[in-house]
T-cell receptor
Framework: NAGVTQTPKFQVLKTGQSMTLQCAQD?????MYWYRQDPGMGLRLIYY???????DKGEVPNGYNVSRLNKREFSLRLESAAPSQTSVYFC???????????FGDGTRLSIL | RKEVEQDPGPFNVPEGATVAFNCTYS??????FFWYRQDCRKEPKLLMS?????NEDGRFTAQLNRASQYISLLIRDSKLSDSATYLC?????????????WGLGTSLAVNP
């Protein structure tokens, strides 16, 4: 019973490198989300996908892009990583936008 | 006024104590509420959903006060394993067409 699976769990990048964080859910949820969490800042929404085929910006989208590949998968891409993007990234899914969200166990990303 | 506000704590209580956290919200149209717990360096996990006046699950009770626009979480007979950050989450509107709003969390430390 996997729930929400994120890969990788840890990553170190150099400034300017690019990478894609992967997320997949097996709960047949319609909505998926990407958050970042920094000390003292709480969870901040980067992008979300209300349903397959749609994506929308959250409160901190700059420097990121997303792809809702299909109903199960929602990826987050950093095109040119910056030290300010060092954070813990969480993917989540829910049956709908107003419904409780279920989280993956996070990706710890460090950018040097 | 922030959309969702929580006392950051930390709350330090002895084992067996009863502890309560409050969470205030600004949108009077908010219809549903959630409490999550987050352990250090882990993902948030759903603890309880609140759709009407309150909810109870074992040692945990959530109460909703719509007139004063706050929800509370009461933990009875605290255990060491209850030490975590508790996140208050609000669905700011009826239905599934709005994103959840997350509080910054209240930190609880249960001491032996």
């Amino acid at each position: 019973n996997a729930g929400v699976t994120q890969t990788p769990k840890f990553q170190v990048l150099k400034t300017g490198q690019s990478m894609t964080l992967q997320c997949a859910q097996d709960m047949n949820h319609n909505s998926m989300y990407w958050y970042r969490q920094d000390p003292g800042m709480g969870l901040r929404l980067i992008y979300y996908s209300a349903s397959e085929g749609t994506t929308d910006k959250g409160e901190v989208p700059n420097g990121y892009n997303v792809s809702r590949l299909n109903k199960r998968e929602f990826s987050l891409r950093l095109e040119s990583a910056a030290p300010s993007q060092t954070s813990v990234y969480f993917c989540a899914s829910s049956s709908g936008l107003g419904q409780p969200q279920h989280f993956g166990d996070g990706t710890r990303l460090s950018i040097l | 006024r922030k959309e969702v506000e929580q006392d950051p704590g930390p709350f330090n209580v002895p084992e067996g104590a009863t502890v309560a956290f409050n969470c205030t919200y600004s949108n009077s149209a908010s219809q549903s509420f959630f409490w999550y717990r987050q352990d250090c360096r882990k993902e948030p996990k759903l603890l309880m959903s609140v759709y009407s006046s309150g909810n109870e699950d074992g040692r945990f009770t959530a109460q909703l006060n719509r007139a004063s626009q706050y929800i509370s979480l009461l933990i009875r007979d605290s255990k060491l394993s209850d030490s975590a950050t508790y996140l208050c989450v609000v669905n700011p509107n009826a239905g599934n067409n709005r994103k959840l709003i997350w509080g910054l969390g209240t930190s609880l430390a249960v001491n032996p």
